[in-house]
């Protein structure tokens, strides 16, 4: 009998159906007018209103640079709670999905953390619901519950440590050293990969981005084969026979760092799409080619896009600004719990990094 807990057909066609919703949400193309207009009035708005926009990688393009022209930050999940502990702004506008905006919340309580858009989800956290993983926890009484930064606040407070994917493999590899054994949630293909990795104790919750399981390892390997000097760059949260085919496997962060250093000219890239915008930056001159994520049970042909990171956008930014609307509010005592284990995390990746 498997230890690991399954998703119901029912929760997964529901994550599904809200990701299509997100998809028709998507507001049109600007014009390069409407666009530099609304670039005046957001950067103008956040500065009157000592507001910092901190973006994630997956968003648009002009988020991002909106964010770095106005002394915001653009990053992965772990940096940007990292730099909305550290910056002084009064208001922190969070460019990417509800749980980046919690635990932005969680780490600086006494600034407002505002969405763009509230309704930016995340299919990991959806599949990973408080009620059920609390009592999923309760039958793993004798394990360290890590859990990834892709999960509510809710979650994290029953955890004993979060992880990103950037201190996956040192994390959990540091706790197996230590005989501890894991409950791992909520993201079965980056539980799976560290468990291969380390041959650590693992049971896994079984949830997945509905971005990276679309991504297929038998057209991955025929496009490698017509392009034999590309590098595969993957993101953990794909399927095992994807990963199989990496060269590099890494977050966010170590797939841009990994495009500037490594030594080619072309790269077949197997995360969300709006990574491209700062790959191109850090490797100018360089062929960057979405991997392959078509055909059957796929959410589009070939997008490897988030729904929910797309309804990040100026328009919606500027509501935001204007209206002081989608604050995130979290119990306190919820709060200090998942304060616990998003700080033991940042500790150790610091330990991690300077040791
Ligand atoms: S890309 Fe996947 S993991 Fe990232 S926010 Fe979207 S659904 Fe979640």
């Not at 990701?19 to 103008?44: F, G, I, M, Y």
């Not at 915001?72 to 922190?92: C, H, K």
């Not at 809710?154 to 040192?170: G, H, Q």
Request: glycine share 4%; with cysteine; proline share 4%.
């Amino acid at each position: 009998m498997s230890l690991n807990i399954s998703i119901p057909n029912t929760r997964q066609k529901t994550i599904r159906d809200l990701a299509v919703q997100a998809e028709h949400r998507r507001n049109p193309r600007l014009s390069a007018t409407q666009q530099d207009e609304l670039l005046t009035r957001t950067k103008s708005l956040l500065k009157t209103q000592n507001a910092v926009l901190v973006a994630h990688y997956y968003v648009d393009a002009e988020l991002q640079d909106l964010a770095e022209e106005t002394g915001g930050f653009v990053g992965d999940s772990l940096e940007m709670a990292r730099f909305g502990l550290e910056n002084d702004a009064d208001t922190i506008i969070v460019a990417g999905v509800r749980f980046m905006g919690e635990t932005a919340k969680i780490l600086s309580p006494e600034k407002r953390v505002l969405m763009i858009e509230t309704s930016a989800e995340c299919s990991l956290d959806l599949a990973c619901p408080g009620d059920e993983f609390n009592e999923f926890c309760d039958m793993h009484p004798d394990r360290t519950v890590v859990v990834y930064a892709n999960t509510s606040a809710e979650v994290k407070a029953r955890a004993d440590w979060v992880a990103t994917s950037s201190i996956a493999l040192d994390l959990i590899k540091d706790l197996s050293t230590r005989g501890e054994k894991i409950l791992w949630a909520p993201d079965k293909f980056l539980g799976a990969y560290v468990q291969k990795e380390t041959a650590a104790d693992m049971v896994l919750w079984q949830g997945s981005c509905i971005v990276h399981e679309d991504f297929k390892a038998t057209a991955l390997e025929a496009l490698k084969q017509h392009l034999p000097d590309a590098k595969v760059l993957v993101h953990p949260e794909s399927p095992g026979p994807v990963i199989a085919l990496a060269d590099v496997v890494g977050s966010t962060t170590q797939i841009i760092n990994a495009a500037r250093d490594l030594d080619a000219d072309t790269f077949i890239v197997a995360t969300e799409r709006g990574i491209f915008h700062k790959m191109q930056q850090a490797a100018p001159g360089k062929t960057f080619i979405a991997a392959p994520n078509a055909g059957e049970g796929a959410m589009c042909e070939s997008c490897a896009e988030c729904p929910w990171m797309k309804l990040n956008d100026l328009p919606r930014l500027e509501h935001t600004l204007k209206t002081g609307k989608n604050e995130i509010l979290i119990d306190e005592t919820v709060r200090k719990q998942a304060a616990r284990s998003i700080t033991r995390m940042v500790e150790f990746n610091t330990r991690d990094r300077t040791a």
